[in-house]
């Protein structure tokens, strides 16, 4: 089945829009003509139980909502495997979209969920396939696909907590890494496969014995990223293979409606579930923003690191080089810096955000491979060195922090040239960010060490690149 959808001709559109205007015309004449016969006193009460009837649906509505967050994890019929699993990981309750997604995701429904990074969704479309696989236990059964490798990694830890009474069988298919070692991880017959769409197609068309054939569930995780151009040809490979009857859920921060993208994903009626049904940051995340002054950028993102020192802090560049360069930058003047982008191998990638996670290291320099789904609980502080092109990313982004009810603080460093950027992200969030104005002479005083330590940092970066062409011949 193909995934285009055909544009109707001009012809079809214009008759189209004629018999949409006779149909407007006609239903105002009758409109009319009802107001001109009825009574103005029936008019009036007519209008009035319209108004109760909307009054009343509100009221149901805000009811239901209130029973659906009450609920337990033990209300849903969750299997006790699972629900001593939940303990163990210290979930109170249920968060918004799991409260919302969980009694039609436990019917076998197709899940499309909207909600704001942070808000548990891994779990959400975790917990119903680990209950529907406690009856099944069939090898294969579930395929989970992301965007880049680090979410994988991620998505797979929540499999593995939550499946853990079960005897889960569970593996991660990432690119960056030995092809061999994941032929025998699958030749294992894991339930839950995880997976970057690239590297899943590689193992589907080259690994004896590998089939997703009867796949049950396919999840989508960052939807709104994989529908996207770069992986759709690869996602119309996977999805002509695996079986049209299965289970498919589409969860994101920020998840596009249109009818295209949602066709390619091929879901059959599938349950809208939305917490947020706007692009939107937590209440619990002050965002603020810095106007810098040209060739002032260094000074002032050293100004913050001395501000917040000792606290967690992610820093957000645009690309590789500039995520290496601050972070070598940061270490010349004494900070506990990591970079984390595409360029470096997948154990190094894998290893810096361990070091991070783990305390090791307070600092992480990265490119929007960190920004999607990344769930590191304590960062204090999210820095945009480089404002994204995406207004999306920039709510990726500040998701880092303020995550699960926690606060949490981002701050964007804005020269001339960003102005329509943050203009754009602003529309977007629906909110004007308030401008923060360090202390000038502070930031004067500081001014001539980092351009020193500037320096230094590009001569390193230059002497390594040079090493390693002497290297190679």
């Known amino acids: 089945m193909s995934s285009k959808v055909g544009k109707p001709s001009k012809k079809i559109n214009n008759k189209y829009i004629a018999d949409l205007k006779k149909k407007l015309a006609a239903s105002n004449k009758?409109?009319?003509?009802?107001h001109v016969l009825k009574p103005e006193s029936e008019s009036e009460d007519e209008d009035n139980k319209d108004e109760e009837k909307?009054?009343?649906?509100?009221?149901?509505?805000?009811?239901?909502?209130?029973?659906?967050?009450?609920?337990?994890?033990?209300?849903?019929?969750?299997?006790?495997?699972?629900?001593?699993?939940?303990?163990?990981?210290?979930?109170?309750?249920?968060?918004?979209?799991q409260a919302k997604s969980l009694t039609p995701a436990l019917e076998g429904r197709d899940i499309i969920g909207i909600a704001q990074t942070g808000s548990?969704?891994?779990?959400?479309?975790?917990?119903?396939?680990?209950?529907?696989?406690?009856?099944?236990?069939?090898?294969?059964?579930?395929?989970?696909?992301?965007?880049?490798?680090?979410?994988?990694?991620?998505?797979?830890?929540?499999?593995?907590?939550?499946?853990?009474?079960?005897?889960?069988?569970?593996?991660?298919?990432?690119?960056?890494?030995?092809?061999?070692?994941q032929a025998r991880d699958l030749m294992r017959k894991p339930h839950v496969v995880v997976a970057t769409p690239g590297r899943l197609m590689?193992?589907?068309?080259?690994?004896?014995?590998?089939?997703?054939?009867?796949?049950?569930?396919?999840?989508?995780?960052?939807?709104?990223?994989?529908?996207?151009?770069?992986?759709?040809?690869?996602?119309?490979?996977?999805?002509?293979?695996?079986?049209?009857?299965?289970?498919?859920?589409?969860?994101?921060?920020?998840?596009?409606?249109?009818?295209?993208?949602?066709?390619?994903?091929?879901?059959?009626?599938?349950?809208?579930v939305a917490v947020n049904s706007k692009y939107s940051t937590v209440e619990t995340l002050v965002q603020t923003l810095m106007v810098v002054p040209?060739?002032?950028?260094?000074?002032?993102?050293?100004?913050?690191?001395?501000?917040?020192?000792?606290?967690?802090?992610?820093?957000?560049?645009?690309?590789?080089?500039?995520?290496?360069?601050?972070?070598?930058?940061?270490?010349?003047?004494?900070?506990?810096?990591?970079?984390?982008?595409?360029?470096?191998?997948?154990?190094?990638?894998?290893?810096?955000?361990n070091k991070f996670k783990s305390g090791d290291k307070n600092i992480l320099v990265a490119t929007d491979v960190a920004a999607r789904g990344l769930d590191i609980p304590s960062v204090d502080l999210v820095?945009?060195?480089?404002?994204?092109?995406?207004?999306?990313?920039?709510?990726?982004?500040?998701?880092?922090?303020?995550?699960?009810?926690?606060?949490?603080k981002s701050v964007s460093l804005v020269t001339q040239y960003d102005l329509e950027l943050i203009l754009r992200i602003e529309k977007v969030i629906n909110m004007k960010l308030p401008k923060e104005t360090p202390n000038k002479n502070e930031i004067l005083a500081l001014h001539d060490s980092v351009d020193r330590a500037s320096a230094e940092s590009i001569r390193q970066v230059k002497q390594f690149h040079s090493n390693r062409k002497i290297h190679r011949r």
């Open 30 to 34: 009758t409109k009319e003509e009802k």
């Open 54 to 97: 909307e009054k009343e649906a509100e009221e149901n509505e805000i009811k239901e909502d209130e029973e659906i967050m009450n609920k337990t994890f033990k209300d849903f019929g969750l299997k006790e495997d699972i629900l001593e699993a939940i303990e163990q990981l210290n979930f109170d309750k249920p968060t918004p979209i």
């Open 120 to 181: 548990g969704k891994t779990a959400a479309f975790a917990i119903p396939i680990l209950q529907a696989l406690w009856e099944a236990q069939t090898p294969y059964f579930a395929c989970v696909l992301a965007p880049t490798r680090e979410l994988a990694y991620q998505i797979r830890e929540t499999f593995d907590a939550l499946g853990a009474n079960m005897g889960l069988r569970c593996c991660t298919i990432v690119g960056g890494m030995d092809m061999m070692e």
């Open 202 to 272: 590689d193992h589907l068309e080259n690994t004896k014995g590998f089939s997703l054939r009867a796949l049950k569930f396919l999840v989508m995780d960052e939807a709104d990223r994989l529908l996207e151009l770069e992986f759709g040809p690869v996602l119309d490979k996977i999805l002509q293979i695996i079986p049209r009857k299965r289970t498919t859920y589409l969860f994101s921060a920020t998840l596009t409606s249109k009818i295209d993208k949602l066709q390619r994903a091929s879901l059959h009626n599938p349950v809208k």
């Open 294 to 353: 040209d060739g002032f950028k260094n000074t002032y993102l050293v100004y913050l690191l001395n501000e917040y020192v000792g606290k967690s802090i992610i820093i957000f560049t645009r690309t590789c080089a500039h995520a290496q360069n601050i972070s070598l930058l940061g270490r010349i003047l004494g900070f506990s810096a990591i970079p984390l982008h595409g360029q470096l191998s997948q154990a190094q990638r894998l290893g810096a955000l």
């Open 383 to 408: 820095i945009n060195y480089d404002i994204p092109t995406d207004s999306k990313a920039y709510i990726h982004r500040v998701g880092r922090t303020a995550r699960a009810g926690r606060s949490g």
